[in-house]
């Protein structure tokens, strides 16, 4: 059974950074896609960024670029969420994502996609 589990979350100022990490185990963490999607108080669960199972293919939602960097060390079974530049409205529930997908150089912007998902962190933009 996979198990995702975020960490990393917390409350920044605008303009700060954090970097969230996702932990996988009870699987074959490098075969696989990953993702994060974000959640904010009232709104629906939307796709914030992708990685192939190589890492060698990223993909943002257009408000993140240039700002947030996704990366994985498989050897370590974690992806990772480097955020920087930080604006109130990033503030939400961040939740890592996996794919059941083993193509290698393919990103998900779909969370039907996604068959395993973290329980979440929260991260708090003050402004």
């Known amino acids: 059974q996979v198990q995702l589990v975020e960490s990393g979350g917390g409350l920044v100022q605008t303009g700060g950074s954090l970097r969230l990490s996702c932990a996988a185990s009870g699987g074959t963490f490098s075969s696989y896609a990953m993702g994060w999607f974000r959640q904010a108080p009232g709104k629906d669960r939307d796709f914030v960024a992708a990685?192939?199972?190589?890492?060698?293919?990223?993909y943002y939602v257009d408000s993140v670029k240039g700002r947030f960097t996704i990366s994985r060390d498989n050897a370590k079974n974690t992806v990772y969420l480097q955020m920087n530049s930080l604006k109130p409205e990033d503030t939400a529930v961040y939740y890592c994502?996996?794919?059941?997908?083993?193509?290698?150089?393919?990103?998900?912007?779909?969370?039907?996609?996604?068959?395993?998902w973290g329980q979440g962190t929260q991260v708090t933009v003050s402004s």
């Open positions: 990685i192939s199972r190589s890492g060698g293919v990223t």
């Open positions: 994502a996996l794919t059941g997908s083993t193509y290698y150089s393919s990103v998900y912007v779909d969370p039907m996609k996604y068959n395993y």
